[in-house]
């Protein structure tokens, strides 16, 4: 059994595609699925599983269309690949409010794309993650997952600097 964060993309988000995460730890049990946990309302999950990630995020996809109808996309790293991506950050943490992590679901080969207006925002796409420093904010940045999804054709879904890290500590912390 190998420990996983899991994410999914557009759950509980505007009243939209609501799932009550009791109701997702049940379905996620269910599924065979180990030691599962959730953290806050927006798709987090730490789960132990045999299978690999494509399996794995096959496995909730289609638990969540049949359970509950939403299509919703889901991205799994190993512990040892979160960490890395925490790492390898490379813009400033000290203002940790307007700092992101998108997440992506397969590596891209790109390492720019044309994005109009960004101001003093900035990004560095890193195989399959892309790292954003938010100078203007998350609310007014144009670095968002859709601008990822639609200009590198992948699925994103992002996580906030403290979210990242507090995934990383439940992860580590025994079972």
Do not use: H
Not at 130 to 149: A, P, Q, R
């Amino acid at each position: 059994m190998k420990k996983y964060i899991v994410l999914l993309r557009g759950i509980n988000v505007s009243g939209r595609n609501k799932l009550p995460m009791a109701d997702l730890r049940d379905l996620l049990n269910d599924l065979g699925f180990k030691n599962v946990q959730t953290y806050i309302q927006s798709g987090n999950i730490i789960l132990e599983a045999g299978e690999g990630k494509s399996v794995i995020c096959n496995k909730i996809k289609e638990g969540i269309q049949t359970k509950f109808g939403y299509d919703v996309p889901v991205i799994a790293r190993t512990i040892p690949e979160w960490k890395k991506a925490i790492v390898k950050y490379p813009f400033s943490t000290e203002n940790e409010k307007i700092v992101a992590f998108v997440f992506l679901n397969k590596k891209v080969y790109e390492t720019k794309i044309e994005v109009k207006g960004i101001n003093n925002d900035q990004y560095l796409i890193d195989n399959d993650m892309v790292y954003i420093y938010c100078e203007t904010g998350f609310g007014k940045t144009k670095l968002s997952n859709n601008l990822f999804e639609r200009k590198l054709n992948v699925t994103a879904t992002s996580r906030n600097y403290n979210t990242t890290l507090k995934l990383l500590e439940l992860a580590e912390s025994p079972s």
